[in-house]
């Protein structure tokens, strides 16, 4: 299983960005995919979530209504839309695939190797 992560960079507050990450080796559509992140000197804290349907989506408070997931099971795809960026939300972003039977953000069995976000003020 490979999931690669894409699209981070060096923005200013208020800028958007939106993440890619392209799953590969597992059946994507029986798969919860979310997003967490990890800043230096932090724990990895969840971001956001969506279900193997996208009929459920649910965000950190933090993000909540600045970030928005999607993805294209078509493509084996989940998108991480980031709007009104904020330095704060400078970290290194993952994505994650859970088997959609499992509950909890424990069961994230499957990492991409994260993508740098850089928000400066």
């Known amino acids: 299983v490979q999931l690669q992560a894409s699209g981070g960079g060096l923005v200013q507050a208020g800028d958007s960005l939106r993440l890619s990450c392209a799953a590969s080796?597992?059946?994507?559509?029986?798969?919860?995919m979310a997003w967490f992140r990890q800043a230096p000197g932090t724990e990895r804290e969840f971001v956001g979530g969506?279900?193997?349907?996208?009929?459920?989506?649910y965000y950190a408070d933090s993000v909540k209504g600045r970030f928005t997931l999607s993805r294209d099971n078509a493509k084996n795809a989940v998108y991480l839309q980031m709007n009104s960026l904020k330095p704060e939300d400078t970290a290194v972003y993952f994505c994650?695939?859970?088997?959609?039977?499992?509950?909890?953000?424990?069961?994230?069995?499957?990492w991409g190797q994260g993508t740098q976000v850089t928000v400066s003020s």
């Open positions: 969506i279900s193997l349907s996208a009929s459920s989506t």
């Open positions: 080796g597992l059946t994507f559509s029986s798969y919860d």
């Open positions: 994650a695939a859970k088997w959609h039977a499992l509950s909890g953000r424990d069961n994230y069995s499957y």
